[in-house]
Each structure stands twice: as C-alpha cells, then as structure tokens.
C-alpha cells in the first residue's frame, strides 16, 4: 500500500519546481520560451495530480477492505477461541523494550474469554543486574536447581524467574528476586503456570542486531521455560522493525504469532497456547494466518 505522505510530498516539490522554472524562465528566455515551459510544468502537474487522486483512492479502497476483514474477525473471535484454554493460568513474559499497553486490554480479555485467567506478567529488560552468592543460594534452594548459574551469567536471572513461574514456591522471595534484578512483577503469582506467553518486539535496528545475535532475554526464557515443560508460545505486534519472533522460531521452532495486536493475532495466540503448533500471522515468515478452527 501507498503510503499518501510521499505523494503529498512530490505535489509540494512540483509547486516549487513551477516557481523555480518561472523565474529561471523570466531570466533567461522570452515570452515563447517561458509560456512553453510554463505549459509543460503544469501538464507535469496535472498528471502528478491525477496519479496521486489514483493512488488515494486505492489506498482507501485497501483499508476498507483491511477494516472489513479485521471486523469480521473481531465478530468471529468469541466462536474460534471460547473454552480453549480451560481453567489455566497463563503467565505472560514481556521481553526488552517491548510495550504491550496499546493491545494489552483486547488480549487479556480474550485470554479470559477462552476460560483461562492471567496469572504473573513479568517484564525482563534487555540488562538486567547480576545476582548476589547469597540470593543464588536462596534460590537454589528454594527451587532445587543445579547448574543453572552457570549458563548465560547477564540473563541467570531470567532463568530463575522462568524456573519460579514454572514450579511455584514463596511468591514474596519471586517479588524480591525481581524488584533485585530489574525485572518487573504485577499480577497475581498463586502457584505455577503450564502455559507462558512470550511478548517481544524490534523497535528500532540496535535491538534488530541483537535479535539476530541471539543476545535477548527471550532466548533462555524459552528455553528455559521449554526445559521445565511449558508450552510456550512467542508473539509480537504487527509492526515492527524486524521480526524477533522469526528469529526465535529459526532458533528454537517453537509456536509463533506475529501480529497479536489484531483480531487474527488473539486468536492465533489462544489456539497456539491452546497446542496449535506453527507460525502464524502476515509477515513472510508466517505459514498461515491462523491456525485451524478444528476442534480436537
């Protein structure tokens, strides 16, 4: 799609273009001279113009049609997605700098629609501080782990949480081992969750070459959460720089939704948390839109 901004821009840089040769016109040649230069940069014009009339009728007819679309899903999502996820608590991880506000009201209410409850949302920033000895030992044992520190010393931390989520254990020391590593915590953490979803996104080149690098949180949050049998599912917004979901599927081929912000985004989510595996959504990387209505 077209976008009208840079039609709107060549318009202004025509207008200037007809000044510039009238006055180059007035300096330099005769009457003839100028009229016939005058005559070819308003046909010049016209034609612009008439090229920019098509376009933004094109452009309005394709978002008419987007907007249709994304209606009709709006009104086909409570059919596709109730019942599917039971009475679970789905735990949501917010990887970097990805922000959730301006979709997050629309996901949670489906999540609620398909039967499950939002449990713990964690959001883990892409630095995070490094763990004392003392508070490794309380977690270790706290949630039995072995090994685990020595993995990935920037993202240890992530990888608790994701064990603490994963096992459940004393919801105060979670809350401190967060507020002490720079993650964020709200919601409601009563026992472990079996199902987590992944938020992430590419919102400008510097954090596009660390997706591609592999150096993000949601690398050991996956596998981490995979190691302790989570279904986990990754998503990400439809517009982004790159896509860092397509990074992780390449990496660790798992579920993948890349257009949550919209109707065909939610449900793919809850039938992907649901266990539809794929990679679903608009981008190049995506297999289908959505996955399967069938019911199993």
């Known amino acids: 799609m077209i976008d009208i901004r840079y039609l709107g821009i060549t318009l202004i840089a025509v207008f200037l273009s007809l000044a510039v040769g ?46 249709s679309r994304e209606q009709a899903l709006r009104e086909l999502q409570p059919l596709a997605i109730r019942d599917r996820l039971g009475s679970s608590t789905i735990g949501v991880v917010i990887c970097g700098p990805a922000s959730e506000r301006a979709y997050w009201a629309e996901l949670e209410a489906a999540i609620r629609a398909a039967g499950a409850q939002v449990g713990p949302v964690v959001r883990i920033p892409d630095a995070l501080r490094d763990l004392s000895p003392e508070a490794r030992s309380q977690y270790r044992s706290t949630w039995r782990s072995t090994g685990i520190e020595s993995v990935e ?99 660790l081929n798992l579920p993948t939704v890349d257009n949550v912000d919209t109707a065909a985004g939610r449900i793919s989510v809850i039938l992907a948390l649901a266990g539809r595996d794929g990679q679903f959504g608009s981008k190049p990387g995506a297999a289908r839109p959505i996955p399967s209505l069938e019911t199993r």
């Open 22 to 67: 009238m006055m180059i016109g007035s300096a330099l040649g005769g009457p003839d001279k100028r009229d016939a230069a005058y005559e070819g940069l308003r046909n010049q014009f016209e034609l612009l113009r008439t090229e920019n009339q098509r376009v933004q009728a094109e452009n309005d007819a394709v978002l008419r049609r987007l907007n």
């Open 153 to 251: 010393p920037a993202y240890e931390p992530a990888r608790w949480v994701i064990r603490a989520l994963a096992r459940g254990g004393d919801p105060e020391r979670f809350a401190q081992m967060a507020s002490a590593t720079g993650i964020e915590l709200r919601g409601n953490y009563q026992g472990p969750v079996r199902r987590l979803l992944v938020l992430v996104s590419v919102p400008d080149a510097d954090r596009a070459a660390l997706v591609a690098s592999g150096e993000v949180p949601e690398v050991p949050v996956v596998e981490t959460a995979r190691a302790e049998g989570l279904r986990v599912v990754a998503a990400e917004p439809e517009e982004t720089v790159a896509s860092a979901v397509d990074s992780l599927r390449q990496r």
